[in-house]
């Protein structure tokens, strides 16, 4: 049985007082949410206030990237132990605006994924295709070569807390959302590379995130989905009611 994981990324958007207010209001909505992960990932200058708001619930919190050494001269980087030592628990990997504006590559995902895992952190590693080459029929191609890239090689036991989005970068803050259908083809084929990778039990055990404007009135319809393992949510985990919806879906 795999536990769903309700996962929102606010990008760079709030700051730390619109993470307090965001927290009085989301945490009485899932305070009886029961099976499911909750992760909220705020811009790393609100991580401490959004530690501190969600002390005494189950909500955790996550980095939106994180840097693959421990410490160094990178300016303007975070590292693992950083965002661990802050309250971290979670931490997003190649989200595609990280792939897109920032020339993010399957190697650098496997260097930033080996070390969260080495640091404790659970990584969420984003994977998907743009619209070009789905109209291509290649989607299942590029999951491949994201895979093989960039989860390629870790250890087993590593390998078992990694959580994988497939967010397909079409329907990234575009309001086009893969139909429950693709998605869970999608979802599959990447089980499938799991299996091939690290084996059966592994590939049963991988919790498999949809993500790509997911909203409060679409969301069930995909969680429906059996291969579907919870939500990596954008634009609409901003506001606190909607997200919470979307964690009750
Ligand atoms: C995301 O940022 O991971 C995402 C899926 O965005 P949105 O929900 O806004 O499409």
Redesign the pocket.
């Given at each position: 049985m795999r536990t769903p994981v309700m996962a929102g990324?606010w990008?760079m958007f709030k700051t730390a007082a619109q993470t307090r207010s965001y927290f009085e209001a989301f945490r009485p909505l899932v305070a009886s949410t029961k099976g499911r992960e909750i992760v909220i990932c705020p811009p790393y200058l609100c991580v401490p206030a959004a530690v501190e708001s969600a002390q005494g619930t189950s909500i955790e919190i996550g980095g939106q990237n994180v840097h693959w050494a421990a410490e160094g001269a990178y300016t303007g980087e975070v590292s693992a132990p950083m965002l661990l030592d802050a309250g971290c628990r979670w931490v997003?990997i190649g989200?595609?605006?990280r792939r897109q504006y920032f020339h993010e590559t399957d190697e650098w995902v496997r260097k930033r994924t080996e070390a969260a895992l080495e640091a404790g952190l659970k990584p969420i590693v984003?994977v998907g295709e743009t619209l070009a080459e789905r109209e291509e029929g290649r989607t299942v191609e590029v999951l491949e070569r994201q895979f093989q890239g960039g989860l390629h090689g870790l250890k087993p036991e590593g390998f078992a807390h990694v959580v994988v989005?497939y967010?397909p970068v079409w329907?990234?803050?575009?309001?086009r959302?893969a139909t429950p259908e693709m998605a869970e083809d999608a979802h599959q084929a990447i089980r499938t590379l799991a299996q091939l990778h690290y084996g059966e039990a592994a590939a049963q055990a991988l919790r498999i995130l949809y993500?790509?404007?997911?909203?409060p009135d679409n969301a069930a319809a995909l969680m429906a989905k059996s291969d579907i393992d919870g939500?990596?949510?954008?634009?609409?985990?901003l506001d606190a009611k909607g997200f919470a919806t979307i964690v009750n879906a």
């Open positions: 990324n990008k997003i989200h595609s605006e984003c989005a967010e329907a990234i803050g575009t309001g959302t993500g790509g404007s997911v909203k939500v990596l949510v954008g634009g609409a985990s």
